[in-house]
């Protein structure tokens, strides 16, 4: 499933540089994957189900996604909300915000 996430402006404004669980693009991907721990890196991030499951799911991250958040975690200038687009891998889609309308 291809699902599109948003990083907004207030993402921008509370994300922590250089902090896998908490930087911008962290903090959207929980808005998409509310219930689980998200945790991201230049290339790539995981989700980790709750204790449940003991998989972490790597998820690639998009090239111009990289870009922005090695900016960002450089602070050398100002990022502008966007938007990329992930695949979801269907054992995480249980686990998907409900008020984004995805069901199995």
Not at 6 to 26: F, L, S
Not at 61 to 88: G, N
Request: charged fraction near 20%; proline fraction near 11%.
């Amino acid at each position: 499933m291809i699902l599109t996430v948003h990083v907004t402006a207030d993402h921008i404004a509370q994300g922590k540089p250089n902090q896998c669980r908490y930087c911008p693009v962290a903090l959207a991907l929980l808005e998409v994957f509310p219930r689980t721990d998200v945790q991201v890196a230049p290339t790539v991030f995981w989700v980790a189900p709750p204790a449940e499951l003991t998989e972490m799911f790597r998820i690639e991250m998009p090239d111009e996604v990289t870009v922005l958040i090695r900016r960002i975690d450089a602070a050398k200038s100002s990022v502008q909300p966007f938007d990329f687009e992930i695949t979801v891998p269907e054992a995480l889609v249980p686990y998907l915000n409900p008020s984004l309308g995805i069901t199995q």
